[in-house]
């Protein structure tokens, strides 16, 4: 890729005109950080980014587990990362005609159903592939709404640079995906008998040595709720 990439930099044209040097550069704020649109903001990405990855790393073993058909971890993350392009195009959409709480609610309240319900309450692959359709349209999309965030943070302050709050936003999701592989291998996956079915067959993802696993991801999901302080209140 280096070497690749490298014998392209000469076509690269810059797309911006040169500063002239009389240009005067607007001082760098960083007030809008203390912000409570900011700090709601930020809150419930790092901590939705807690779990945001856990499906995709353990789907494959948690379907090796149960003894599924080898095809089932390419199906399973596959659906999952097709949906998750899906649901970014319409998070992305929603945050052009929806204030960006609202959008964030949506999200949240999906792909916290999704972890509870379709992989909480089954070892069955059928309920896991409408598990990984739903968890990737709503949680997969969740990158899409930092535009709608990121907007909202200069409503309430004009000095913040769209650069800036990428980046912010992109390390706060990073905080939460390195913090979440030691707590997964560490705390949540316990020592449980692998698989615990009633009479008919039927299983529940709670009762496998995943099931910490689960509701940390669905707990982490629910946490996007933390976003109603970015709301102006009418007045403020």
């Given at each position: ?33 203390t912000t409570r649109t900011h700090i709601s ?196």
């Amino acid at each position: 890729m280096l070497i690749l990439c490298s014998s392209l930099i000469y076509f690269v044209k810059p797309r911006l005109p040169l500063p002239s040097p009389t240009l005067r550069r607007h001082p760098v704020s960083y007030s809008f950080l203390t912000t409570r649109t900011h700090i709601s903001l930020q809150l419930c990405n790092t901590l939705e980014g807690l779990g945001f990855f856990l499906p995709a790393i353990y789907l494959p073993s948690y379907a090796q587990s149960l003894h599924l058909p080898t095809i089932a971890d390419t199906l399973l993350l596959a659906t999952l990362n097709i949906f998750s392009v899906l649901g970014s195009v319409a998070m992305g959409l929603l945050c052009d005609r929806l204030h960006v709480t609202t959008v964030i609610k949506i999200s949240t309240l999906g792909a916290t159903a999704s972890v509870f319900h379709f992989w909480g309450l089954t070892t069955r692959l059928p309920l896991l592939i409408i598990f990984a359709a739903s968890y990737g349209f709503f949680a997969g999309g969740f990158s899409a709404i930092w535009s709608g965030m990121m907007k909202e943070v200069q409503r309430v302050s004009a000095d913040a640079k769209m650069g800036t709050l990428v980046g912010l936003f992109a390390a706060g999701r990073g905080v939460g995906a390195v913090l979440s592989g030691p707590i997964s291998v560490e705390v949540l996956l316990s020592k449980t008998p692998p698989i615990r079915e009633n009479e008919d067959g039927w299983g529940f993802g709670y009762g496998t040595e995943y099931g910490g696993l689960i509701f940390f991801t669905g707990a982490s999901a629910l946490s996007g709720l933390l976003c109603f302080g970015a709301k102006k209140r009418r007045g403020a």
